[in-house]
């Protein structure tokens, strides 16, 4: 196991990953006070949103000591991994949608190789199948932020 791969114990591993998703919210949180685009703003709420229905889930979980599974998160959720050519900028007051929605992904990346990190390190304890959870829902946020920029952006729709 190298150091990329640590597993924790339950309430280490969802108090980290709760500290993930506050992260997320406060980062969406801020974008949403810089730009004043409507739907700029629409796209990093309904985010924000996400982010602390998951903190939720999490806190939820850590009172009863376990994480329900989600049978509908069986596969694992592919990706276009635009954040590889779309670069991340910083928000402003002029920022679009289109901006909106590359921040977005590059926040959702950030937290699916977190997670995926985590998920790797605990394959195996009861852990893991809380943090592969997390990763296909963090990756299922992320195709449809990505399915959102294609059909929007790219250039043969």
Do not use: W
Not at 27 to 42: C, S
Not at 56 to 74: I, P, T
Not at 87 to 114: C, M, Q, T, W
């Amino acid at each position: 196991m190298n150091e990329n791969e640590v597993c924790y114990t339950f309430d280490a591993a969802v108090e980290m990953a709760i500290q993930m998703e506050e992260e997320g919210f406060r980062n969406y949180l801020a974008a949403i006070r810089k730009v004043t685009n409507k739907g700029a703003r629409e796209i990093l709420s309904e985010n924000a949103l996400d982010e602390l229905n998951h903190k939720h889930q999490l806190e939820k979980a850590l009172l009863e000591g376990n994480m329900a599974g989600d049978a509908s998160l069986e596969q694992t959720i592919p990706t276009m991994h635009l954040d590889y050519i779309l670069k991340k900028e910083e928000l402003g007051p002029n920022s679009g949608v289109r901006e909106a929605i590359i921040y977005a992904i590059h926040l959702e990346k950030g937290a699916v190789d977190f997670y995926g990190k985590v998920a790797n390190g605990c394959s195996g304890a009861p852990m893991g199948k809380l943090f592969a959870q997390l990763l296909k829902e963090e990756s299922r946020h992320l195709q449809a932020l990505e399915d959102l920029y294609e059909k929007h952006f790219m250039t043969e729709n």
